[in-house]
């Protein structure tokens, strides 16, 4: 069993920032890539950055020069720090990440249960 257990959310004002973690346990071996994706009332869930075991990262648009992510491979831990957020920013968002467990020979995706991040005007 892997879990994602994400903390961090809450509300803050436009212009403000907030960090994210979201902390991967279980039976894991490696963990190929980690990242966030946020959904926001009536939108599709979409990507907001990316970070593989060696460093490399993804952005959206939306949030490039705003948010950072970064990772701790012996914690098995992914970071978002978001700064300058505007009231778009408002969602809930959810780690995601490609894990190989020691029952498995390839990577399984999963989810965290999301945290909300509120951005008021």
């Known amino acids: 069993q892997v879990q994602l257990v994400e903390s961090g959310g809450g509300l803050v004002q436009a212009g403000g920032s907030l960090r994210l973690s979201c902390a991967a346990s279980g039976s894991i071996v490696s963990i190929i890539r980690m990242g966030w994706y946020r959904q926001a009332p009536g939108k599709q869930r979409e990507l907001v950055a990316t970070?593989?075991?060696?460093?490399?990262?993804n952005y959206a648009d939306s949030v490039k020069g705003r948010f950072t992510i970064s990772r701790d491979n012996a914690k098995n831990t992914v970071y978002l720090q978001m700064t300058s957020l505007k009231p778009e920013d408002t969602a809930v968002y959810y780690c995601?990440?490609?894990?190989?467990?020691?029952?498995?020979?390839?990577?399984?995706?999963?989810w965290g249960q999301g945290t909300q991040v509120t951005v008021s005007s």
């Open positions: 995601n990440a490609d894990i190989v467990r020691h029952t498995t020979l390839f990577p399984n995706n999963y």
């Open positions: 970070i593989t075991s060696g460093g490399s990262t």
